[in-house]
T-cell receptor, first 113, second 110 residues
Framework: DADVTQTPRNRITKTGKRIMLECSQT?????MYWYRQDPGLGLRLIYY???????NKGEISDGYSVSRQAQAKFSLSLESAIPNQTALYFC????????????FGSGTRLTVV | DAKTTQPPSMDCAEGRAANLPCNHS???????VYWYRQIHSQGPQYIIH???NNETNEMASLIITEDRKSSTLILPHATLRDTAVYYC???????????FGTGTRLTVIP
């Protein structure tokens, strides 16, 4: 099994719908992240969490919310999806934020129509 | 975190060394240089990192200039599976997150 598992792998949803992307990890890492990647661009940070009680906004948090249900689970929600949220979403974990220790999931490709 | 500058794309012949440059002229003394790569649309994968000294592991070598303003990632014998986008990142250890720029798209040619 993968260390960082994202579900679903692909999702098509309609404008205005609420959608949740889920991430679970078996690394035992404290820190979890949600990134977004648009075609031809690098990854941009949406939200990050250092532990269950610590949630922080990243550079592009508008339109998104997150929930850290447990150390191993970190969910990303789009309350009312819009077409420009069509992107590839990655969950990542790290142990105390050391830059060499990031482990990424396989990504969720989200299309909002 | 310091910004980095990388060429948008490079080609390399299969079996030859791939040398990927990165400029980070504003790097601070406590910032590390990290390299990740992203194959197709998979999640990025850690390759190597360094602070001052050159580093080598089973995947690659990292050469950091003495003034630390630039570095080079070396894949000694590139294979087709090394075709990917390579990200050079500078960051302090324990930073809130890693800033991924647009990277260098390396294409290994048969």
């Amino acid at each position: 099994d993968a260390d960082v598992t994202q579900t679903p792998r692909n999702r098509i949803t309609k404008t205005g719908k609420r959608i949740m992307l889920e991430c679970s990890q078996t690394k035992g890492h404290d820190r979890m992240y949600w990134y977004r990647q648009d075609p031809g661009l690098g990854l941009r940070l949406i939200y990050y969490s250092f532990d269950v009680k610590d949630i922080n906004k990243g550079e592009i948090s508008d339109g998104y919310s997150v929930s850290r249900q447990a150390q191993a689970k970190f969910s990303l929600s789009l309350e009312s999806a819009i077409p420009n949220q069509t992107a590839l979403y990655f969950c990542a974990t790290s142990d105390s934020g050391q830059g060499y220790g990031y482990t990424f999931g396989s990504g969720t490709r989200l299309t909002v129509v | 975190d310091a910004k980095t500058t990388q060429p948008p794309s490079m080609d390399c012949a299969e079996g030859r060394a791939a040398n990927l440059p990165c400029n980070h002229s504003t790097i601070s003394g406590n910032e590390y240089v990290y390299w990740y790569r992203q194959i197709h649309s998979q999640g990025p994968q850690y390759i190597i990192h360094g602070l001052k000294n050159n580093e080598t592991n089973e995947m690659a070598s990292l050469i950091i200039t003495e003034d630390r303003k630039s570095s080079t990632l070396i894949l000694p014998h590139a294979t087709l599976r090394d075709t990917a986008v390579y990200y050079c990142i500078v960051s302090v250890g324990g930073a809130n997150n890693l800033f991924f720029g647009t990277g260098t798209r390396l294409t290994v040619i048969p």
